[in-house]
């Protein structure tokens, strides 16, 4: 069964260093996520993307974050300047075109800064 | 804007115990409803899903919800629960928008099942 993939599952960086987390999602599905739970925390969107651009984003994804979809495969998150509060799981999802509310989860990059 | 509401933090149970995990949602416009499970260091897997239609729905594993339009609620349950049920579960909302639909999450629900 097809399914999201994610690297690397665990990511450990200083304080205000770059990084970059990578997705794989489903090789037919168009629409692409990514969502963040602190420790403890209810899971939260970040952004949403489609045909080549940011669809939708919440509050929290400020200048600080981007996305890319560098190739037709790979879905980035990058975290310039990284921060202490930075540090949570952060998932990635996605969506086929047809059946675009059922989205499919990887299993997830915990991202700890020190 | 939209909100989901899971009362309980923690629900412990025996296991072959029935269980119910309670979501409340809030919404101005119509919206889809999902039940997600996240096993131990995994991540979130669709347990059911509700678009339209049967209020009654059934998902994977055994587990059914209700949609409740009057009480604003997708309460989750199932008959009789395994120990391998042991895991968080979340409930989230969508607005139907015919592209890219955010999830809006609850703060989860931890299951228990002991012996």
């Known amino acids: 069964e097809p399914e999201v993939t994610q690297t690397p599952s665990h990511q450990v960086t200083q304080m205000g260093q770059e990084v970059i987390l990578r997705c794989v999602p489903i090789s037919n599905h168009l629409y692409f996520y990514w969502y963040r739970q602190i420790l403890g925390q209810k899971v939260e969107f970040l952004v949403s993307f489609y045909n080549n651009e940011i669809s939708e984003k919440s509050e929290i994804f400020d200048d600080q974050f981007s996305v890319e979809r560098p190739d037709g495969s790979n879905f980035t998150l990058k975290i310039r300047s990284t921060k202490l509060e930075d540090s949570a799981m952060y998932f990635c999802a996605s969506s086929e075109a047809v059946r675009s509310y059922e989205q499919y989860f990887g299993p997830g990059t915990r991202l700890t800064v020190t | 804007a939209q909100s989901v509401t899971q009362l309980d933090s923690q629900v412990p149970v025996f296991e072959e115990a029935p269980v119910e995990l309670r979501c409340n949602y809030s919404?101005?416009?119509?919206?889809?409803l999902f039940w997600y499970v996240q096993y131990p260091n995994q991540g979130l897997q669709l347990l059911l899903k509700y678009l339209s239609g049967s209020t009654l729905v059934k998902g994977i594993n055994g587990f059914e919800a209700e949609f409740n339009k009057s009480q604003t609620s997708f309460h989750l349950r199932k008959p009789s629960v395994h120990i391998s049920d042991t895991a968080e579960y979340f409930c989230a909302v969508s607005v139907p928008t015919g592209t890219a639909s955010k999830l809006t999450f609850g703060t989860g629900t931890r299951l228990q099942v002991t012996l």
């Open positions: 919404s101005s416009v119509s919206v889809y």
